[in-house]
C-alpha cells in the first residue's frame, strides 16, 4: 500500500533525528536504514533528504564532518547535537499528541486510556 506524501513529510525530519540519535550516519546510510527499518514504507531520496539535514545542520541540531570510507571515497557523515537531541524530545512528544488524536477521531471520538479506547 502506498502512503501519501504528505503523511510522510510530517514525520521524516523526526525519523531522521531518531536515527543519528542512535549513531552517526552519512545521507545513503539515512536512506537505506529507513527504508529496512520501515520496511520500505519510507523510501526517501536524496532531493528529500538532504534538504531537511541543511536546514537542521542550519539550525544547530546536527553537525557534519567528514571521513574517508575503505573505498577510499570521501563521506559526509552527520551527528546529533545536542540541541538536536531536545528537538527529537519534542517531536517525538509531538508525534504521540498528534497520532493520539488521529487514533481517537479514527476509532469513534472515544478517549484512550491505557492504551484502550474507552467510551
Known amino acids: 500500500m502506498s502512503i501519501d506524501k504528505s503523511l510522510l513529510a510530517g514525520s521524516t525530519t523526526t525519523l531522521i533525528l531518531?536515527?543519528?540519535?542512535?549513531?552517526?550516519?552519512?545521507?545513503?546510510?539515512?536512506?537505506?536504514?529507513?527504508?529496512?527499518?520501515?520496511?520500505?514504507?519510507?523510501?526517501?531520496?536524496?532531493?528529500?533528504?538532504?534538504?531537511?539535514?541543511?536546514?537542521?545542520?542550519?539550525?544547530?541540531?546536527?553537525?557534519s564532518y567528514e571521513e574517508e570510507a575503505d573505498n577510499g571515497r570521501i563521506r559526509k557523515y552527520y551527528h546529533l547535537t545536542s540541541k538536536g537531541k531536545k528537538l527529537l524530545q519534542e517531536k517525538h512528544q509531538e508525534w504521540i499528541t498528534y497520532s493520539s488524536a488521529v487514533n481517537r477521531i479514527l476509532n469513534g471520538g472515544g478517549k484512550l486510556c491505557s492504551n484502550h479506547l474507552m467510551k
Open 18 to 63: 531518531k536515527l543519528l540519535e542512535e549513531k552517526d550516519m552519512y545521507g545513503y546510510q539515512m536512506i537505506e536504514t529507513l527504508a529496512q527499518k520501515s520496511d520500505d514504507t519510507f523510501n526517501l531520496k536524496a532531493g528529500t533528504l538532504y534538504p531537511i539535514l541543511h536546514n537542521l545542520e542550519n539550525n544547530g541540531a546536527v553537525e
